[in-house]
């Protein structure tokens, strides 16, 4: 078992900053990717960037050049540095964590994440 706790949600204004961060703990061994998903209302979950063990990422198109996934492997701590926001950024934040060889993935309980224009 993986457990995920975040933090770092809020109210922005539109352009603005935010931080958020998962921190990790449990079995958290082999291969695995760390990564943000988000969901806003009425809307179907995405994946926003994952970062893998070995230090690869991947960003979703609309995120690209404004957020930046990072980890701190000795903390079992991803972090996501979100620029520029923008309101259709708004959403429900989760946290993931994926163990690539079982397939096994864990969920954060959700941060909420809100840009007002």
């Known amino acids: 078992q993986v457990q995920l706790v975040e933090s770092g949600g809020g109210l922005v204004q539109a352009g603005g900053s935010l931080r958020l961060s998962c921190a990790a703990s449990?079995?958290?061994?082999?291969?695995?990717?760390m990564g943000w998903y988000r969901q806003a209302p009425g809307k179907q979950r995405e994946l926003v960037a994952q970062?893998?063990?070995?230090?690869?990422?991947n960003y979703a198109d609309s995120v690209k050049g404004r957020f930046t996934i990072s980890r701190d492997n000795a903390k079992n701590t991803v972090y996501l540095q979100m620029n520029s926001l923008r309101p259709d950024d708004t959403a429900a934040y989760y946290c993931?964590?994926?163990?690539?060889?079982?397939?096994?993935?864990?969920w954060g309980q959700g941060t909420q994440v809100t840009v007002s224009s």
């Open positions: 993931n964590f994926l163990r690539i060889i079982a397939s096994e993935q864990y």
């Open positions: 449990g079995s958290i061994f082999g291969p695995n990717a």
């Open positions: 970062i893998f063990s070995g230090g690869s990422t």
